[in-house]
T-cell receptor, first 113, second 114 residues
Framework: TQLLEQSPQFLSIQEGENLTVYCNSS?????LQWYRQEPGEGPVLLVT?????EVKKLKRLTFQFGDARKDSSLHITAAQPGDTGLYLC?????????????FGTGTRLQVFP | DVKVTQSSRYLVKRTGEKVFLECVQD?????MFWYRQDPGLGLRLIYF???????EKGDIPEGYSVSREKKERFSLILESASTNQTSMYLC?????????????FGPGTRLTVT
């Protein structure tokens, strides 16, 4: 069974702090997506990383795909209350024989003003 | 922008009722998915479809069925609702083309079975 474990599970920080969320697996993925989900809404795609070692930036968010394509990280600089939500990573399992997305366990972020 | 819509945001049904959840996407995507999301269990795939009239079981298909008569529409059916099907149901669509495998989600239907 392919698993994507995210850490930490919960994170409560003050506005202006930096944070990093990790997404780890023993499986290799063709690509990896990051989503943010606000309460009562569906997940919204933030970014896709495809190449091992790739780094993508989305304003204050920096996403990195591990060299071996087994892990990823999301770093937020100077967090804002609007960053509050559930962050999900999801791996594309085509390299391991499945067409399905494998979702991580999620990191719930709360940013206080 | 990809738009995925779901027929209801909130739904309350009684045990034993037949429940239909509808999902429509407007981006001509081939793939459509139904998930349920529960605290502590994350997103779990119920059924998915790669084409019209085609369906594949996901990880937790028991108690559910699906229908895809048109490319843009994917319906989830609870034949006889039970209280353990109380959950947030999320529909998603994707295209298999391009460099990634991104899924686009609807806003979700929060179903309560009493």
């Amino acid at each position: 069974t392919q698993l994507l474990e995210q850490s930490p599970q919960f994170l409560s920080i003050q506005e202006g702090e930096n944070l990093t969320v990790y997404c780890n697996s023993s499986s290799v993925f063709s690509s990896l997506q990051w989503y943010r989900q606000e309460p009562g809404e569906g997940p919204v795609l933030l970014v896709t990383v495809v190449t091992g070692g790739e780094v993508k930036k989305l304003k204050r968010l920096t996403f990195q795909f591990g060299d071996a394509r087994k892990d990823s990280s999301l770093h937020i600089t100077a967090a804002q209350p609007g960053d509050t939500g559930l962050y999900l990573c999801a791996g594309d399992g085509r390299r391991t024989g499945t067409d399905k997305l494998i979702f991580g366990t999620g990191t719930r972020l709360q940013v206080f003003p | 922008d990809v738009k995925v819509t779901q027929s209801s945001r909130y739904l309350v049904k009684r045990t034993g009722e037949k429940v239909f959840l509808e999902c429509v996407q407007d981006m001509d995507h081939e793939n459509m998915f139904w998930y349920r999301q529960d605290p502590g269990l994350g997103l779990r795939l119920i059924y998915f479809s790669y084409d019209v009239k085609m369906k594949e079981k996901g990880d937790i298909p028991e108690g559910y069925s699906v229908s895809r008569e048109k490319k843009e529409r994917f319906s989830l059916i609870l034949e006889s609702a039970s209280t353990n099907q109380t959950s947030m149901y999320l529909c998603a669509s994707s295209s298999p083309y391009g460099g990634g495998y991104e899924q686009y989600f609807g806003p979700g239907t929060r179903l309560t079975v009493t």
